[in-house]
Every structure is written in C-alpha cells, then in structure tokens.
C-alpha cells in the first residue's frame, strides 16, 4: 500500500510540476511584455507584406520545446522525431513538451477518476494507461482529417495547374497561383512551396520536401508527373487533367468503401466505448457496488482480458475496411 501512494504522489508531483511548467511557457509566449512587443513587430512586418506572406517554419528549425535543456533531452528520445512530424501533419501549434504534459495530465485524471471512488489500484492504472492514449488518438483525429482536406482538394488543384499552364504562365506562377486562390490547407503548404523555391531552395528538393510534409498517393503522382516532365518534356497541362480525373475516381471509391462500412464502423464504436462508459457511470452513482464488484481476481483478469480482445476487435476491423491508396 506504501508503495502504491508513493508512485501516486510522484505522478501527481511530476504531472503538477509540467502543468505549472506549461502555463508560465505558455504566459512568457502570450502575455510577458516581451511577447507583445514580439506579436506587435511582427504584426508591422505583415502589415507591409502580403496577407500571404511568408510561413515561419522557413526562418527557423522545429524544437520540441522552447527551453533549450528540455528540448536537447527529449531529442535525445527515440521516437519523438515521427511523433513530431505526426504534430506537423496534423496542423496542431503543438510541440512535443505541451504533448507530454497534456498527456501526463490525462493519466492523472483517468487514474483518479477510478482510484479515488472504488480505490482498485490495478484497475486504477489500466485506465490512467487508456486515458494517456487520447491526446494521441486527437493527434491522429486531426492529422487524418486535415489529409482528407488535402486530398479532396487535390483535384482542384490540377485543373488549376492545368488551365494556367494552358493560358501561358510559368509553372512558378502557377504555385503561387494555388497559395492565394485555395483554401487551407492546401493553400499554407503551397505558400510553403513558393517560399521555399523564392529562398534558393532546388526545384526538385522543394517538390520533394511537399511529398515528404503531406504523405498522399496522389500528392506523389502529382508530384512525378511535374518531375518527370522537367526532366523528359511533354505536355504537363493534359497530364493535369488526366491526374485530375484519376484523382476523382480514386476519391470517390474511398467514400463508397466508407458508405458501405459506416454501420459496421459504428457498431465497433459503440460496443467498444459502452462497457466502459457504464463503469464510469456505476463509479460515480454507485461506488461500493463497483468497489465490490472489482475486489474479486477473477473479475480483473477477465476485465484485462476483454479489453485486449476489445483492441484486437477494433484493429481487425480497421484493417479490413482500410484501403490501401
């Protein structure tokens, strides 16, 4: 039992320290003089530039935290570079210390939440695990969903290229045509683009970095197709409109997979979250039918084992309607 408040109280001890940790970063970033003066000089500086002006990313390199000693020791940590580069697809203003510290904070409240009305530690800490995994599920939430953006917009953006290449313009032209006549998110990665080609960044190289940032089939035939006609010739207006075509085909089977599979999708969800949504509701209302409930081994064990075999259930499912693109 000592030993058990010991690891309590040194996880509520580190997840307090980087909660507070986090709010004075976040008050020195927002609210301190000298980050008003910062908004305020930057906000001269884009008053006399474009309203699409250049993108921030190109004048200095990504840290996983603005304190130089946090950021050299997590990058040290194997593993955080694709979690980092996961943050960036997503469109989050997350670094990987504010990812951290919510994520200790959802663990903390998971494992109070169960400790202090039935206090069963092992079941305690089950939850505090699962609940640690829900900034990430919100991470891949928001990556997938700005990637399905991306993706519906690619058609557009073909034609687009392929109706300015036919009227005479340069294909840098055409980039910067993208940036400021569509809409996010294809537009801020296209901005991305021209600055990085207008910064003596190598044509291909930029192309390539665009591949590497937004990780879509599509994305990569568009840009093969603009490679290869730089590097053989022909007519890349017509190889727009062909893309644009195979573009539309391709989205349009995705979303008749998902059709097919929505009532499937949504019975998974709904067995998969009502077992637990019951035991948080009987932990709140009913504590010691809970509290005796889960005293008895036997009980735990089959719950350990319902919930792998619940994980099990949902990836299979996944696999199954996931089409490879």
């Not at 305020?40 to 304190?67: G, H, P």
């Not at 510290?101 to 800490?125: K, M, Q, R």
């Not at 390539?208 to 006609?229: G, S």
Request: charged share 20%; with cysteine.
């Amino acid at each position: 039992m000592e030993t058990n408040l010991y690891l309590i109280s040194g996880l509520l001890f580190i997840t307090v320290a980087l909660t507070i940790e986090g709010l004075w970063n976040w008050w020195l970033s927002t609210s301190s003089q000298e980050a008003k003066r910062m908004i305020k000089r930057l906000t001269i500086v884009e008053e006399k530039n474009d309203k699409n002006a250049l993108n921030n990313t190109l004048l200095k390199e990504r840290n996983y935290s603005k304190i130089m000693y946090l950021h050299l020791f997590l990058e040290k940590i194997p593993g955080l570079k694709k979690l980092d580069l996961q943050l960036q697809e997503s469109g989050l203003l997350w670094q990987i210390d504010k990812y951290i510290a919510i994520t200790l904070l959802f663990i903390l409240v998971g494992f109070l939440s169960i400790f202090i009305p039935i206090i069963n530690f092992n079941i305690a800490i089950v939850i505090g695990f699962l609940s640690g995994w829900l900034p990430y599920l919100y991470i891949l939430k928001a990556r997938a969903r700005r990637l399905r953006d991306f993706n519906n917009q690619l058609p557009e953006v073909a034609d687009l290229i392929g109706r300015s290449l036919r009227a005479g313009h340069a294909f840098s032209a055409t980039i910067q045509m993208v940036a400021s006549e569509m809409a996010d998110p294809i537009a801020s990665e296209f901005r991305l683009l021209s600055d990085e080609i207008n910064y003596g960044v190598p044509f291909i190289q930029a192309l390539q970095n665009l591949a590497k940032r937004i990780p879509l089939t599509d994305l990569r035939y568009l840009v093969i197709a603009v490679l290869i006609q730089r590097e053989t010739g022909g007519n890349l207006a017509e190889l727009m409109s062909n893309l644009s075509s195979l573009m539309r085909q391709r989205i349009k089977l995705a979303r008749e997979v998902k059709t097919l599979s929505a009532e499937g999708r949504i019975s998974a969800w709904i067995l998969t979250l009502l077992p637990i949504v019951v035991l948080l509701f009987l932990s709140i209302f009913n504590p010691e039918y809970v509290r005796q409930f889960t005293n008895d081994p036997a009980v735990i064990e089959l719950t350990l084992l319902s919930l792998s075999m619940m994980c099990v259930g949902g990836l299979w499912m996944r696999k199954i309607i996931n089409i490879r693109n």
